[in-house]
């Protein structure tokens, strides 16, 4: 099948304009009945640390590039190669109308209407106390896996991009300018967004005229954890939020300039639309579409950690509940252009261009080519590669440090300090990431991916709850959890498997394989668990007249 790049994109941008003006505000006005005059979190329990009345404007910046990391940009990419970009493009329209955004939305609603509870207190109160102990040992794995996927990539893009190092610098930079003169000078965001736009053109200039070239990923892996730790231990107006907030103008122009070149240049899809339902492998190499599609792409379609952000971060920074759906759904809705961008820059490119080559490297040189080619459009991409790790790593390393405090920081002393816990939590991702301890990359990804949408599964699950509990309808968001927790659950089964079969075959044995089986045995043990209290949770509410 021959089609045009552009009509691809325009199509995906009209249809998620025409979902967010016709379904989200249907939903926040007649369903939430969302109010103006309701004091948020961020105003009542204000301390300037977690608690923080933000800007809409801002806020949909932060929570744009805090949603927005590596997962619709390599997961795209990668579906497309393996199945086709037509089962790809499918599930990243699909996905993200009926199930994305209901879960951004209202992950961020049902903590805003409970004080700005994150999901830990709420599992507690919504199903039982086990369920909350067993969900914050699943988050502490879950966020490990996605900061050593995330970090593998990010230090091998700085290694291999040395035009992108002193934009890198820049961002990081403009970020704590801005947020002194927004939040300490009281200068208008719009002058200070500017200055930092300025900056950043700066250094992407500089950085194609100086390049930096350092050989060993190890030093990069070392200096981008030392940034999330600074980022889990400031105050998030200080550091992390406005870094991300300028990450997301990064990202944001950078979007733009990749879709206008391909409505300007209207390259046709030459890659195959379908290959097979197993990828084109047999046997035990065998990839089923089904379940592997829905773990393969997560961000731009569906992504439990979007209910991490919104629930534990946005929700306490919102300042009106108005800007609940254009903070939220918007952002989910604009990271679905951003996967369909992704797909575009893959489809466009012959099979022989791409053989051999890793998702990043094929987004590099497709978008690279899309902007001229020279060392600034190199330099920016890079840029844009990286923005998109390093943002949401320094959400997650701020979220396991507090996910560490709550299970063992009352009981044990040294996890309730959160210099400790922030310690713990990067020395663990560093053993996974660096290669000189031998951490297998494609199989944290795989489990990266089934723990990222079963998450995804569970806080769907959770909302139903509270939605049963306040006599709305649940089935918008019962199905689709429904739906994940079945599918992620079998791709985690798969995966774990294959991981586990290929670790004990291998002579000598290979350990990396079985560790990452069984890591993935235990998520599914406990996601099992929890969905059994969530089934007792249900039956306990139906029984109850409504």
């Given at each position: 099948m021959l089609v045009n790049a552009a009509m691809i994109l325009?199509?995906?941008?009209?249809?998620?304009?025409?979902?967010?003006?016709?379904?989200?505000?249907?939903?926040?006005?007649?369903?939430?009945?969302?109010?103006?005059?309701?004091?948020?979190?961020?105003?009542?329990?204000?301390?300037?640390?977690?608690?923080?009345?933000?800007?809409?404007?801002?806020?949909?910046?932060?929570?744009?590039?805090?949603?927005?990391?590596?997962?619709?940009?390599?997961?795209?990419?990668?579906?497309?190669?393996?199945?086709?970009?037509?089962?790809?493009?499918?599930?990243?329209?699909?996905?993200?109308?009926?199930?994305?955004?209901?879960?951004?939305?209202?992950?961020?609603?049902?903590?805003?209407?409970?004080?700005?509870?994150?999901?830990?207190?709420?599992?507690?109160e919504l199903i039982s106390p086990r369920t909350r102990n067993i969900l914050m040992v699943f988050l502490v794995f879950y966020l490990i896996l996605i900061m050593a996927a995330f970090a593998s990539l990010a230090a091998g893009m700085l290694k291999a991009s040395i035009n992108s190092i002193l934009p890198t610098a820049t961002v990081i930079f403009a970020g704590i300018f801005v947020g002194l003169l927004i939040h300490k000078l009281r200068i208008n965001p719009f002058a200070g967004t500017a200055a930092g736009i300025v900056l950043i053109v700066g250094g992407i200039f500089a950085g194609a005229a100086l390049p930096v070239s350092i050989g060993d990923?190890?030093?990069?892996?070392?200096?981008?954890?030392?940034?999330?730790?600074?980022?889990?231990?400031?105050?998030?107006?200080?550091?992390?939020?406005?870094?991300?907030?300028?990450?997301?103008?990064?990202?944001?122009?950078?979007?733009?300039?990749?879709?206008?070149?391909?409505?300007?240049?209207?390259?046709?899809?030459?890659?195959?639309?379908?290959?097979d339902f197993f990828a084109g492998f047999t046997g035990s190499a065998a990839m089923p579409l089904w379940p592997l599609l829905f773990v393969?792409?997560?961000?731009?379609?569906?992504?439990?950690?979007?209910?991490?952000?919104?629930?534990?971060?946005?929700?306490?920074?919102?300042?009106?509940?108005?800007?609940?759906?254009?903070?939220?759904?918007?952002?989910?809705?604009?990271?679905?252009?951003?996967?369909?961008?992704?797909?575009?820059?893959?489809?466009?490119?012959?099979?022989a261009d791409t053989k051999g080559l890793a998702a990043a490297s094929i987004f590099t040189k497709g978008a690279g080519s899309l902007l001229g080619g020279s060392n600034t459009a190199l330099a920016y991409v890079g840029l844009i590669f990286i923005a998109l790790a390093l943002a949401v790593m320094m959400l997650v390393v701020r979220l396991g440090r507090l996910t560490i405090h709550e299970i063992g920081g009352e009981k044990v002393s040294l996890l309730g300090n959160k210099y400790i816990a922030s310690i713990l939590f990067l020395a663990v991702t560093f053993v996974l990431a660096s290669p000189t301890f031998g951490g297998t990359w494609f199989y944290i990804w795989v489990l990266f991916g089934g723990s990222n949408?079963?998450?995804?599964?569970?806080?769907?699950?959770?909302?139903?709850?509270?939605?049963?509990?306040?006599?709305?309808?649940?089935?918008?968001?019962?199905?689709?959890?429904?739906?994940?927790?079945?599918?992620?659950?079998?791709?985690?089964?798969?995966?774990?498997?294959?991981?586990?079969?290929?670790?004990?075959?291998?002579?000598?044995?290979?350990?990396?394989?079985?560790?990452?089986?069984?890591?993935?045995?235990?998520?599914?043990?406990?996601?099992?668990?929890?969905?059994?209290?969530?089934?007792?949770?249900?039956?306990?509410?139906?029984?109850v007249p409504q």
């Open positions: 325009i199509a995906g941008i009209i249809i998620y304009f025409l979902v967010y003006h016709l379904r989200v505000k249907k939903i926040d006005r007649d369903v939430m009945k969302c109010d103006p005059a309701r004091a948020t979190p961020a105003k009542v329990y204000m301390d300037g640390v977690e608690y923080f009345p933000t800007n809409k404007f801002v806020l949909f910046g932060f929570q744009f590039k805090s949603i927005a990391g590596l997962s619709p940009v390599v997961g795209a990419i990668t579906a497309a190669l393996l199945w086709g970009w037509l089962p790809a493009l499918i599930w990243i329209l699909v996905g993200n109308i009926f199930i994305g955004w209901v879960q951004d939305y209202f992950s961020c609603m049902v903590s805003l209407r409970n004080e700005g509870k994150s999901f830990g207190p709420l599992s507690y990923v190890n030093i990069w892996l070392i200096a981008i954890l030392a940034i999330c730790f600074i980022a889990a231990l400031t105050p998030i107006w200080s550091f992390t939020q406005p870094t991300i907030y300028m990450f997301f103008y990064v990202v944001f122009f950078g979007l733009i300039a990749l879709v206008a070149s391909l409505i300007i240049g209207h390259p046709d899809y030459v890659m195959p639309d379908y290959t393969t792409i997560a961000c731009g379609s569906v992504s439990g950690w979007h209910s991490l952000v919104s629930s534990s971060a946005t929700s306490k920074q919102i300042e009106n509940e108005r800007d609940v759906a254009p903070v939220t759904a918007g952002s989910m809705l604009a990271e679905g252009a951003l996967a369909l961008l992704a797909l575009s820059i893959v489809a466009v490119l012959p099979v949408q079963l998450m995804a599964g569970l806080s769907l699950m959770l909302i139903t709850l509270w939605l049963l509990d306040t006599k709305k309808g649940w089935m918008i968001s019962g199905v689709p959890g429904a739906f994940m927790i079945v599918t992620t659950i079998a791709a985690l089964g798969y995966a774990s498997y294959q991981s586990l079969t290929k670790g004990f075959a291998s002579t000598p044995i290979a350990a990396g394989n079985i560790v990452a089986g069984i890591i993935g045995v235990i998520l599914i043990i406990a996601a099992l668990i929890m969905c059994i209290d969530i089934y007792g949770a249900f039956k306990r509410r139906k029984k």
